[in-house]
């Protein structure tokens, strides 16, 4: 009995997608991304997608052909086998029986069945949407190889059902890329490193998610061109640069390494420390305060040999120690520090490496940029009694007319209650090759009293030790909740050239700071602060004092 039930059940599918009788809500399909009409359309019925395979394998890059009575046999691209008989519960792939929830019937010359057996049987990826009723079918990238020599390369991506790839080009830097629509990648690695000709690297990666894009990347050494050879059947294809000859080597895995580490004191204002590496990698930059370190993280890149910690002369750098394991990416160059001082950052290229130099100047040879945030009809965060950009001003102001007294070239971006451009106050900055520029602020919470504290903002790496030294002054001055030096996305610090830091003060719904920011003791605390902070980033943080003037 339960077998005619269930031959009837299917009975009525079939009418339905042969008839095109609405009993069923026909599914929508996706092949490689792209909307594919398919006919008979594939329908849902208890939870089971049951539709002609014929047609959406062939889209993949398999032939099909009959295989006798009401039998399809289905042969992908690497040779694989599968026959659907129409009457059996089985599929066959590569003579092993595979169970299918429903058996195979033959409709109006085609063969029908559950298909989710037979996508997975031929290798696609497949994705079901239960509440928009669609199904996504499409590849996967199984290998990206890379051979290369001076001449030329060709990096090989390869898939095992038909693909399509669509070649960009990006500048600065330079690189090309292959977008595979309907394509996921989830290999060993994430790229290899070439430095071979115009190769420098190659890296790959999921782009999207839905509807899934593979991205294939090519970093270049300059614009030479670069071609998309699909392959001869559809199955990926390569980025061809420069000349091939067809007898490039196969560039195994490469790890850049940390080749080598050097320090040097030429003199008692300057400390050098250089770390050579195999290939030109990215670098991130971490500076706490207490203890005073700074760290270099090299995500890619790995130690060459272990190396011991070892002591660095000079006033500003302690000991010098090399972390990570050989040929496993991730290593970091940490420096103990006696003191926190201004450093400048020096990429080359020849060879590959980064050189961080610590040097003691003056605070009264700098070209300062006070900026007084909001004004004029920008008025900032409001307080009971107190505006933002009123409390900005006052502090701006003197701490400008402090850093005049020490000597110091001082420049507000705003003397007066009236509106600024965010854009136009890094401009002002940049225009005049300020030295330094500090944003002033004061914070806020969407709900009164629910916020209190001290925080310092910066956006580039090169910002990071500034931000570091006046954040630590500010809060120690205040007394408050020290909230930390964090990175964010503001304009006044990602556009402007030179290190750049905001700061903000206290919190002026806050009904505890806003009395203290009405204090003239107050704001002469924070003034100080950073006066000090930005003579400390300068001139070197060893004669810090241990407690400020104001303690609160």
Same mark, same amino acid.
């Given at each position: 009995m339960q077998q005619i039930i269930v031959r009837q @059940?299917?009975?009525?599918?079939?009418?339905?997608? $042969?008839?095109?009788?609405?009993?069923?809500?026909?599914?929508d399909v996706y092949v490689l991304g792209e909307p594919a009409q398919i006919s008979p359309a594939p329908q849902l019925d208890n939870g089971v997608l049951v539709g002609a395979p014929a047609p959406i394998v062939g889209k993949l890059g398999c032939r099909f052909m009959s295989a006798g009575q009401g039998a399809l046999l289905i042969v992908t691209p690497a040779g694989k086998r599968i026959t659907v008989t129409a009457g059996s519960d089985t599929l066959s792939v590569d003579g092993a029986a595979v169970k299918l929830p429903r058996p195979a019937l033959l409709a109006g010359g085609e063969v029908v069945c559950p298909l989710r057996p037979v996508l997975d049987a031929i290798g696609a990826d497949t994705h079901w949407d239960a509440e928009a009723?669609?199904? *996504?079918? &499409?590849?996967?990238?199984?290998? $990206? @190889? $890379?051979?290369?020599?001076e001449q030329g390369a060709r990096i090989e991506v390869s898939t095992p059902l038909r693909s399509e790839g669509t070649l960009a080009r990006m500048e600065d830097p330079e690189r090309a890329y292959v977008d595979i629509p309907g394509a996921t990648i989830a290999l060993d690695h994430e790229c290899t490193w070439v430095s071979c000709g115009e190769v420098q690297r190659v890296r790959w990666g999921q782009f999207k998610l839905d509807p899934p894009i593979a991205r294939v990347v090519i970093d270049l050494q300059s614009d030479a061109p670069v071609r998309w050879k699909p392959h001869p059947q559809g199955l990926g294809g390569a980025m061809i640069v420069g000349k091939v000859q067809g007898d490039e080597p196969l560039i195994e895995r490469r790890v850049p390494k940390i080749t080598r580490i050097d320090t040097r004191t030429p003199d008692d204002h300057t400390t050098l420390v250089r770390v050579e590496l195999s290939d030109p990698v990215e670098m991130d930059l971490d500076v706490q305060r207490r203890p005073p370190r700074v760290t270099m993280r090299f995500p890619d890149a790995a130690p060459s040999?272990? =190396?011991?910690?070892?002591? $660095?002369? &000079?006033?500003?750098?302690?000991?010098?120690?090399?972390?990570g394991t050989p040929n496993t990416p991730g290593a970091a160059v940490v420096l103990q520090m006696k003191q926190l001082i201004h450093f400048d950052i020096d990429e080359s290229d020849g060879p590959p490496a980064v050189t961080l130099i610590f040097k003691r100047e003056k605070l009264a040879d700098q070209r300062i940029i006070i900026d007084p945030g909001h004004g004029g009809r920008d008025s900032g965060a409001r307080g009971q009694r107190l505006l933002e950009k009123d409390v900005n001003l006052d502090v701006a102001r003197q701490v400008a007319a402090k850093l005049v007294e020490i000597g110091a070239q001082t420049m507000l971006t705003r003397d007066g209650d009236y509106y600024?451009? =965010?854009?136009?106050?890094?401009?002002?900055?940049?225009?005049?090759?300020?030295?330094?520029?500090?944003?002033?602020?004061?914070?806020?919470?969407?709900? @009164?009293?629910?916020?209190?504290?001290?925080?310092?903002?910066?956006?580039?790496d090169r910002s990071q030790c500034l931000g570091a030294v006046v954040h630590d002054n500010l809060t120690r001055a205040l007394g408050r909740t020290d909230r930390g030096l964090k990175w964010a996305n503001f304009c006044?610090?990602?556009? *402007?050239?030179?290190?750049?830091?905001?700061?903000?003060?206290?919190?002026?719904?806050?009904?505890e700071e806003e009395a203290l920011l009405e204090k003239p003791e107050v704001r002469a605390a924070a003034v100080n602060a950073i006066v000090e902070g930005l003579r400390q980033y300068?001139?070197?943080?060893? *004669?810090?004092?241990?407690?400020?003037?104001?303690?609160?």
């Open positions: @059940r299917l009975a009525a599918i079939v009418a339905a997608l $042969v008839l095109c009788v609405p009993a069923l809500a026909a599914v009723e669609v199904l *996504s079918i &499409g590849t996967h990238i199984d290998a $990206v @190889r $890379v051979y290369a020599d040999i272990p =190396l011991a910690p070892m002591s $660095v002369g &000079g006033p500003f750098v302690g000991t010098l120690q090399l972390d600024v451009g =965010l854009y136009d106050r890094p401009e002002l900055a940049n225009r005049i090759d300020a030295d330094l520029f500090l944003s002033v602020h004061c914070n806020a919470m969407p709900t @009164r009293n629910t916020g209190n504290g001290t925080e310092t903002f910066y956006y580039h006044v610090t990602r556009e *402007s050239d030179m290190p750049a830091v905001l700061v903000e003060l206290l919190f002026l719904n806050s009904d300068v001139e070197g943080t060893a *004669s810090l004092p241990e407690q400020s003037e104001l303690g609160m």
